[in-house]
């Protein structure tokens, strides 16, 4: 599975933004999807977790109430929706394809089996 995460940009802080993963290749239905974090001089992050149906989801605590993550399985295509970023959500933002049988969600990067490449968003405050 190839992943290619796209959408980011610079908002000010309570702004917004839609992060989108497009994948190609495998069969999309058989990943649980994730997004994951990096800021600067920091270790990747845990964001958001999504089920191969979509109807589980599993959020950090800093997220939390603030993004939303969803897919597109006849797309191939899982979302993150940001609202009310703030100046610590800058980041450098991965999407992650867990291959899973049951509806499974991790919050560990090593359990997932292929990355895009990272999109930037930058909050100013």
């Known amino acids: 599975v190839q992943l290619q995460a796209f959408g980011g940009g610079l908002v000010q802080a309570g702004g917004s933004l839609r992060l989108s993963c497009a994948a190609s290749?495998?069969?999309?239905?058989?990943?649980?999807m994730g997004w994951f974090r990096q800021a600067p001089g920091k270790e990747r992050e845990f964001v958001a977790a999504?089920?191969?149906?979509?109807?589980?989801?599993e959020y950090s605590d800093s997220v939390k109430g603030r993004f939303t993550i969803s897919r597109d399985n006849a797309k191939k295509r899982v979302y993150l929706q940001m609202n009310d970023l703030k100046p610590e959500d800058t980041a450098v933002y991965y999407c992650?394809?867990?291959?899973?049988?049951?509806?499974?969600?991790?919050?560990?990067?090593?359990?997932?089996?292929?990355w895009g490449q990272g999109t930037q968003v930058t909050v100013s405050s």
């Open positions: 992650a394809a867990d291959r899973v049988i049951m509806t499974v969600l991790h919050t560990e990067e090593d359990e997932y089996d292929y």
């Open positions: 290749g495998g069969t999309f239905g058989y990943y649980a």
């Open positions: 999504l089920s191969r149906s979509g109807g589980w989801t």
